[in-house]
């Protein structure tokens, strides 16, 4: 209830500042020895709120489907990418934090690898990919880029955890005589899980941002990405609507992130909270 | 943990914002599913998401045009990142719709590529200013804020520029200009670049502030490049160059320039059909804007005198010289040589056009007459 209430104060809050650098903004903007420093604060940059919502209750072009029901249409249909690329990212990110585990070679030789994977430019990868979908649905070249981006948190965030246990621990493990399987069942998985978490939450928030430029960058239809892409080209005329698509966004990302939060409530439920910062 | 959880919220949010900026490319849209043993697949890249400018070739699908020659054409549409003549020089697709100069560029860094039929015989490109600026020729854009688009876009404006006397580099304060019109209505530029048939369309589709009512044509002056001189070719078909020299994809090619002639021409007689049609497809734009867009692809296209889509000589060397002289902002020009080998050849829109008259096409379409069209707010 508490928590709600915050959610509520904090929305409350945005929406201030945004209705108040209205109005006090200069609807030109401030330029500072010709930088502008401050956006501009009128209509046409920053619709009212007001407009915003009301354009989402209006239909999309004459006579069709209202916009805020187009706009959790492709909401919906990105959080299928993003999920499939999600389950997909984690379960690289594990068998990987597994193996650089498991063995130290395959750690020295793979980990700056999957740190380089990251450095490479999504827009330059996309087009690559998407010249591979002979083979599966144009969704699923989606969920690979969204599975490029979410496997690393996992991979990393994963390690770490693995490798967390005290040694006492592991001795112990080897005095019963338990196998690498075993120590790794009974006692890695387990001291991982305070680690394991945060780079989930971490691999949804870069599974979201993948699928949605990865449907920008593959043109797939149906999801917020394209929407976002093709309202924008309205900008001109019709400010708030580009608005919209962009509000959907935020609340994919939002949802999938509570989400995620969910998946460690049975796991986590008697073990005590550990801070921890992964990367 | 809260603090984490609320970041990771926060963090997911504006990574999406974030990523709304970044541009891209490109996909195909669902096959339509083999029909009839017999039909050869093939696939055409669009430049862009399906819109009026691509209604000819979504036409001649819907009509069956294609069909009837025996083509089973899928229409891959564009995006911001998908380069529709590496997409066709790559083997991703049988044909390719792409502007001449950045397909001459291609061609120039080993694209085996050749124009086959040029849609478009004429250049849409505008550079439209306030009325009350007084800017009516390229010249008047001396010590002007002028907006651009760069990416190969560019090149009229500044040939148009560098014909009227001025050097673009110094005469002028050129800015980067998004792919909409708000730049040019908030007057932080002076002047916009902007497409006949989209973004022009855009900026009567908008409500003046101060009237309530929508712009009109009336509050903006046009720099049309053909009159000025400066224009360069656009929309054109490309097929694979080392693939022609096999029998049957010059029989495909034919056939497929012949449907696609049908597909405009239908969509000459019938704007509003194929602007349906369009709107049918899904796009987010509005039916007036499409219809729009119909009536004034059509007049890129329409009259024809030598029939639609074959190649001009003095067009095409206007288009490579403009290539190959002009200098952007930064010193580059399109072209650094000629184009060798085979860079058009009007063999096969040739054949296409007998095949189409015998058909009773009107090819030339010298009676096409454009409508009025209104807009609407929005376009929708």
Redesign the interface.
């Known amino acids: 209830m508490k928590k709600l209430l915050y959610v509520l104060l904090g929305l409350a809050v945005v929406a201030a500042l945004w209705e108040g650098y209205k109005l006090v903004g200069n609807p ?1 903007g401030t330029v500072l020895f010709g930088v502008r420093v401050l956006p ?1 604060a ?4 920053m619709p009212h709120l007001w407009t915003v919502v009301e354009r989402l209750g209006r239909p ?3 006579g069709g489907r209202p916009v805020w029901i187009v706009v959790v249409q492709a909401c919906l249909f990105t959080l299928g990418i993003t999920a499939a690329g999600f389950v997909i990212g984690a379960f690289v990110g594990l068998l990987l934090a597994v193996a650089m585990q498991r063995f130290r070679i395959v750690e020295r030789g793979l980990l700056p690898y999957v740190i380089l994977s990251q450095t490479v430019p ?2 330059a990868l ?2 690559l990919v ?2 591979w ?1 002979v083979l599966w649905p ?1 969704w699923m ?1 989606v969920s690979l880029i969204a599975a490029y981006l979410a496997f690393f948190p996992v991979a990393v965030g994963m390690l770490r955890g693995l490798q967390s246990p005290a040694s006492a621990g592991v001795e112990l493990m080897r005095s019963y005589a338990a196998g690498w399987w075993r120590t790794l069942v009974k006692l890695r998985f387990p001291a991982s899980l305070p680690y394991l978490f ?1 780079a989930l ?2 691999a ?3 599974a ?2 993948g699928a ?2 990865g449907e ?6 149906g999801g917020i ?1 394209r ?13 708030a ?1 580009v608005y919209t698509a ?1 509000l959907g ?2 609340l ?3 949802v ?3 989400l ?2 969910l998946l460690e409530f049975p796991l986590m439920r008697h073990r005590r ?1 550990v ?1 921890v910062v992964t990367l | ?1 809260r603090r ?2 609320i970041f ?2 926060i ?3 504006t ?6 900026g ?9 096959a339509p599913g083999g029909s009839g043993g017999a039909l050869t697949p093939v696939k055409l890249q669009l430049q862009w ?1 399906f819109q009026a400018q691509f209604a000819g070739y979504i036409a001649a699908v819907d009509q069956g045009f294609y069909k009837d020659q025996g083509l089973d054409v899928q229409l891959l ?6 380069v529709p003549q590496t997409v066709l020089a ?1 083997g ?1 697709a049988d044909y390719a719709v792409a502007w001449v100069p950045k397909a001459l560029a291609s061609r120039e860094q080993g694209a085996g590529i050749t124009d086959v039929g040029q849609i478009f015989g004429r250049s849409g490109t505008y550079q439209v200013a306030w009325k009350d600026s007084g800017i009516t020729k390229a010249a008047d854009l001396k010590g002007k804020k002028v907006g651009n688009w760069g990416f190969g876009n560019e090149f009229e404006l500044f040939a148009g520029m560098t014909k009227a006397g001025l050097d673009p580099g110094k005469d002028v304060t050129l800015v980067q200009q ?5 730049a040019l ?2 007057k932080e530029i002076d002047a916009a670049q902007a497409m006949s048939y989209n ?1 022009y369309a ?2 009567l ?3 003046n ?1 101060a009237t309530g009512k929508l712009y009109t044509a009336d509050d903006f002056s046009i720099i049309d490049w053909k009159t000025e001189g400066s224009s360069m070719l656009q929309d054109a078909v490309w097929a694979n160059t080392e693939k022609l020299s096999d029998p049957a994809y010059q029989q495909q090619t034919v056939k497929f320039l012949t449907a696609t002639i049908q597909g405009w021409a239908f969509c000459r007689d019938n704007a509003e059909k194929c602007r349906d049609l369009v709107v049918a497809k ?1 796009s ?4 007036s804007h499409q219809l729009w867009q119909m009536n004034e692809t059509s007049k890129l296209i329409w009259p024809a005198p030598a029939g639609i889509g074959v190649v001009d000589e003095a067009a095409w060397k206007q288009t490579v010289d403009i290539s190959m002289t002009t200098k952007n902002q930064t010193g580059d020009s399109v072209l650094t040589k000629a184009p060798e080998g085979m860079a058009y050849t009007n063999d096969y829109i040739n054949q296409a056009i007998t095949a189409a008259k015998a058909a009773g096409v009107d090819v030339n379409g010298t009676s096409f007459a454009p409508t009025e069209v209104t807009l ?5």
Do not use: W
Request: negative net charge.
């Open positions: 030109e501009r009128d209509d046409l940059s999309e072009l004459t999504l827009v996309a087009p998407a010249g979908n144009d070249t945060p939450r971490l949804g928030a870069a979201v941002v949605v430029v920008i960058s593959t043109g797939t239809r990405g929407l976002i892409i093709e309202y924008s080209r309205e900008a001109t005329s019709d400010p609507k962009m966004a935020a994919l990302g939002l999938v992130a509570g995620v939060s909270h801070e | 943990m984490i959880r990771s919220a963090a997911a949010a990574l999406v914002l974030t990523g709304c970044t541009a891209d490319q490109d996909s195909a849209t669902p998401f549409e564009g995006g911001v990142d998908i790559q991703k998004q792919f909409d019109m708000q209505l908030k973004e855009q900026l589709e908008a409500k502030p899904g987010k734009l509005g039916k609407t707010e929005g376009g929708a």
